[in-house]
């Protein structure tokens, strides 16, 4: 008991001015800014497809481009929520990413469906994945910078989520610079990767989000 | 806790000791051995104090500061859990140990007792016992508030090192 009392005073002498975290929706607003102005230079770099206003036009391509959006917010909105001890008191919002998944598996099976007779597959296939992944690196880095400036209790699920929406943003880059509709091609080689990424999230969050 | 932030070293103090009290009630229940209790006491302080940034004095205090405590908690039992694991010993084994007579040891004490200080604290007290002051298993039991079986594993886990340590 008496060592308890000698670390309060030692905790309490060093009680400087803290400056509280910013509020997790501000935080994602902020790193929602930031991917949108790196998707916006890799888009004007690497060239939208050439069919892109044509493509906004079909039902289909607009609803997953939607959907893979919206995984994006929701997950970068869950990691900024799951950076915090009691997830902000937000409970259900950090575990949100479950519906976005649903509702995104949802939009591709219909969009499977529609796709009659399918699209050609392309030539090309892993290269698009790890285009995905190379897309990835640099949002990842800087979630994961950012997140341990915070205190995650919950850090298996913070890596997680910070690498998917890492990912999503890879995903909505290529979706839109490459000029491929195979909704096998995308599901094999864009969408289903994104599970691994997730698996690797939780080691990864283990390694560098424990405190 | 907002005067905490604001840097007041006073309210900062008492909202600690208050932390204390509320959370030992809860450790305590989940954790046998008062001595750990303390430990993660300290743990869970520490954590408070470098993750008090993450609390903005708008929501309630309660639920963040147990959502601390739940996750060092579940931290050192998961430590608790793999270091028994790690030490665990087969049946069979046991029963062979358990037959041995553990205050016999082909090694005298004094060449090893250099050895036996660097040992984990129970497991040197039960060997110093054993060989220095020439206790038997069923004395040293009695000495300790163990078991007889219990003092007999400690030393053979004792010697295991031990032995290990020499034949470098």
Known sequence: MANIDDLVATLAQDAATVKPAPHPFLLCFQWMGAAAIYLALALAISGPRPDLLDRFHHAWFVAEIVALLGVFIVTSLSTALLAFPDLHQKRRLAFAPIAAFTLFLGVLFLAWRADAPPSPLPVHSFECTLSIALMTLLPAAWAFYSLRRFASTHYRLAGSAALLSAFSVGALWLRLHEDTDSIAHLVEWHYLPMLVIGLAGLWLGKVLLKW | ?168
């Open chain 2, 1 to 168: 806790m907002r005067e905490s932030l604001a840097g007041d070293q006073r309210a900062y103090a008492a909202l600690l000791q208050e932390t204390t009290r509320l959370l030992r009630p809860f450790l305590a229940k989940r954790l046998n051995i008062a001595s750990e209790v303390d430990d993660l006491m300290q743990e869970i302080l520490i954590s408070i104090h470098k993750a008090r940034h993450t609390y903005d004095g708008n929501r309630p205090y309660k639920p963040w500061v147990y959502a601390i405590a739940k996750f060092r908690l579940q931290d050192h039992l998961r430590t608790h859990y793999s270091d028994q694991l790690r030490h665990a010993l087969d049946f069979d084994e046991l029963e062979e140990y358990l037959l041995e007579p553990v205050t016999e040891s082909l090694m005298s004490y004094e060449s090893i007792s250099g050895e036996v200080d660097k040992l984990p604290d129970k497991q040197a007290m039960i060997l110093r016992f054993l060989h220095q002051d020439g206790y038997t298993a069923r004395e040293v039991a009695e000495k300790t508030g163990m078991t007889e079986s219990a003092v007999k594993v400690a030393a053979h886990r004792a010697y295991k090192v031990l032995r290990k340590k020499l034949e470098r």
